[in-house]
């Protein structure tokens, strides 16, 4: 009988988050694998922000700001979703 050996799981568990802050508010709005693809989803939704700022102000809405971080996949929500690029959907922030 041979033993068996553990294979070490490395980062399967340890993904990269794009964080939407809006005041004390924090949501994950998405995840990915690379930090690197991290980056540019955080870039794009801040060029996105950027683009309809004036109208979130005018039209009294919080303007989201976005961070990278670290996080495990076992840290989110279990009814967890992808959080729209201004950081709410139907009037509200998610």
Do not use: C, N
């Not at 964080?19 to 994950?28: D, E, I, S």
């Not at 109208?55 to 992808?82: A, E, G, N």
Request: avoid cysteine; charge should be positive; hydrophobic fraction near 40%.
């Amino acid at each position: 009988m041979r033993d068996l050996a553990a294979v070490p799981r490395g980062d399967e568990d340890s993904w990269w988050a794009v964080v939407a802050t809006v005041g004390r508010a924090h949501r994950v709005a998405e995840i990915y694998r690379s930090r690197a693809a991290a980056l540019e989803d955080r870039a794009w939704r801040a060029q996105q922000v950027r683009a309809y700022e004036d109208f979130l102000r005018r039209s009294q809405r919080p303007v989201p700001h976005y961070s990278v971080t670290p996080i495990r996949r076992s840290d989110l929500p279990r009814k967890w979703r992808p959080l729209p690029a201004l950081g709410f959907l139907r009037g509200e922030f998610i």
